[in-house]
């Protein structure tokens, strides 16, 4: 069965510093990958995805997200955070051999401090 | 061009009542699917539809719900008989094959 996990309900960094958002999942086969972003009182908005080729993908608003077969994570980086980016985000991974079915993490608030 | 949109944005109902909140999904996309979010919780995965397949119900959570999509576009979630525990925002998003989601602003439903 898929699942995603986002071990950290929360994740507090002073603006100007580096930022991780983490996740890992489990598929039987093969992956996409998908990060989305919400923010108060707003839908969620895609961010980055992985289908397939460099492991490195870059995404909207400077966040990138690396995909790790050995480690099965797919962590949201971004090099210098804005207090604009606190919001909550939710880590989704489908298997690309099963169903279209996708399944979402808990999610993960950041919050970045001035 | 038009994203995803849900009706109504909010929806009041007593213990008991039958809701039905709709979904217009992008035009052209193939894929649509419905979720619940809860009062800071994650997102739930209720339905998808699929082309002409037939839709992956599993993520239901009881027979009150049911949902339907009509010529391929919009999809109408209806929830019978509700229940407290069924206030969250129901999202609604559609996608191409393989492809991200996009969302809609959801449904805010509260039941008294």
Redesign the interface.
């Known amino acids: 069965a898929q699942s995603v996990a986002q071990p950290e309900d929360q994740v507090n960094v002073a603006e100007g510093n580096p930022l991780t958002v983490k996740c890992t999942y489990s598929v039987s086969g093969n992956p996409?990958l998908?990060w989305?972003v919400q923010y108060p009182n707003?839908?969620?908005?895609?961010l980055l995805?992985y289908?397939t080729g460099d492991n490195l993908v870059k995404g909207s608003y400077g966040f990138e997200a690396e995909f790790n077969k050995s480690q099965t994570s797919f962590h949201l980086k971004k090099p210098s955070a804005l207090v604009s980016d606190s919001a909550l985000y939710?880590c989704a991974v489908r298997d690309?051999e099963g169903?279209?079915?996708?399944?979402?993490?808990?999610?993960t608030r950041l919050k970045v401090l001035a | 061009g038009a994203g995803v949109s849900q009706s109504p944005s909010n929806k009041v109902t007593e213990k008991g009542k039958d809701v039905e909140l709709r979904c217009d999904p992008i035009s052209g996309h193939t894929a649509l699917y419905w979720y619940r979010q809860s009062l800071g919780q994650g997102l739930e995965f209720l339905i998808y539809f699929q082309g002409n397949s037939a839709p992956d119900k599993s993520g239901l959570p009881s027979d009150r719900f049911s949902a339907e999509r009509t010529g391929g576009s919009v999809s109408t979630l209806t929830i019978q008989r509700t229940q407290q525990e069924d206030s969250a925002v129901y999202l609604c998003a559609s996608s191409l094959l393989r492809a991200e989601q996009f969302f809609g602003p959801g449904t805010r439903l509260t039941v008294l």
């Open positions: 996409y998908f989305y707003r839908g969620l908005q895609f995805k289908i939710f690309r169903t279209y079915k996708y399944i979402f993490g808990t999610g």
